[in-house]
């Protein structure tokens, strides 16, 4: 006998530099552009995978909800696009997680490498410091808080040798995990960025690299 229902689915500011002081400075270090910008999606697709599973175990209260704020800092270790460098430095951020675990997190990047002198030329600081700020999802696992991160800025970039500076718009896209040593402090295990320089005056340039830290909760 048919039955007679039927199933329905659920529904900056860029500077321009003169054409010979590129070619120039390309024949000193070499220039590395990166175009693929799948990379930042895949990291979060893979965070947020990440950060659903063993979705059985039991959350404590701060994943339940609430407003927490925090406040730490990292040391990191990237490679920039430009002249394919490996670059050192330091970073502060704040995070303010609210309900359901969304939040923000806003973040200040200082990355340095030196250059030696020559003999024929002083030696100069390669420079990026980046100042993003945007969305961040967690969860809760007993200690370990792993998360994902989308953001957006500016960033300012120094030329060896001094040669210019320019600032240009900055997206990123990463994640990490965070363990809790106490009911206050929390060490940043991981912290991996990788950042898009769309503005870059010779083209499109990338960063990406690790972090590890201290985070601190004020509230």
């Known amino acids: 006998m048919k039955s007679s229902h039927r199933f329905v689915p659920a529904r900056g500011v860029r500077l321009v530099f003169p054409t010979t002081g590129f070619r120039c400075w390309r024949g000193w270090t070499g220039l590395?552009?990166?175009r693929n910008a799948c990379l930042p999606l895949a990291v979060l697709a893979i965070c947020l995978g990440l950060s659903r599973m063993t979705l059985a175990q039991a959350a404590p209260d701060a994943d339940t909800g609430g407003?927490?704020?925090?406040?730490?800092g990292t040391?990191?270790?990237y490679e920039l696009g430009y002249g394919q460098v490996k670059i050192l430095g330091g970073a502060a951020f704040a995070d303010f997680d609210t309900l359901r675990?969304?939040?923000v997190e806003g973040?200040?990047?200082?990355?340095?490498f030196h250059?030696?002198?020559g003999q024929n030329s002083p030696?100069?600081?390669e420079k990026a410091t980046t100042y993003l700020g945007g969305l961040r999802y967690s969860r809760y696992y007993g200690r370990f808080q792993p998360y994902a991160k989308a953001l957006a800025g500016i960033g300012q970039f120094n030329y060896p040798y001094n040669y210019a500076t320019e600032t240009d718009l900055v997206v990123a896209g990463?994640?990490?995990?965070?363990y809790r040593l106490t009911n206050k402090i929390r060490w940043r295990a991981v912290d991996f960025e990788y950042q898009l320089w769309p503005q870059f005056t010779y083209g499109q340039m990338s960063s990406y690299g690790v972090s590890t830290g201290i985070r601190i909760r004020i509230r």
Not at 67 to 72: A, D, N, Q, T, W
Not at 107 to 112: I, S, V
């Open 32 to 34: 590395r552009i990166c």
């Open 67 to 72: 407003i927490r704020l925090s406040v730490g």
């Open 101 to 103: 675990h969304f939040g």
């Open 107 to 112: 973040e200040a990047r200082w990355l340095n």
């Open 75 to 77: 040391v990191s270790g």
């Open 123 to 125: 030696g100069a600081d």
């Open 174 to 178: 990463g994640g990490g995990v965070d």
């Open 115 to 117: 250059l030696k002198s």
